[in-house]
C-alpha cells in the first residue's frame, strides 16, 4: 500500500483499537491466554509487546529526524526566558 491517505487512516483505526481495548478491558482480562502468531501468551504480554514496539518506533523516528538535522522537542531544553531588567 502506498497511498498516504489510506496508510494514515488504517494507523489511526488501529491506535484507536489499541486505546479501546485496553481502556474497556479489566485485570482479569489482562491475565487471558490468547494465541499470538502461535505462541500462548497473556493479553498483559501482548500489551507489553505494544509498548515495546512503540518504543522502537519512536527510537527510529528520533534518529531519522536527527540524521536529518532535527532535534526531538523535549532535548533542545526549555524556551528562552527574556532577560529582566
Do not use: C
Request: proline share 6%.
Amino acid at each position: 500500500m502506498t497511498d498516504k491517505a489510506k496508510v494514515i487512516e488504517i494507523l489511526k483505526a488501529s491506535i484507536a483499537n489499541a486505546r479501546a481495548s485496553i481502556a474497556n478491558g479489566s485485570d482479569a482480562d489482562l491475565d487471558k491466554r490468547v494465541k499470538f502468531f502461535g505462541r500462548d501468551v497473556t493479553q498483559r504480554w501482548i500489551l507489553l509487546q505494544m509498548l515495546s514496539h512503540a518504543h522502537e518506533h519512536l527510537g527510529q523516528a528520533i534518529a531519522y529526524a536527527r540524521m536529518n538535522g532535527i532535534a526531538p522537542p523535549w532535548s533542545e531544553g526549555p524556551p528562552a526566558q527574556p532577560e529582566k531588567k
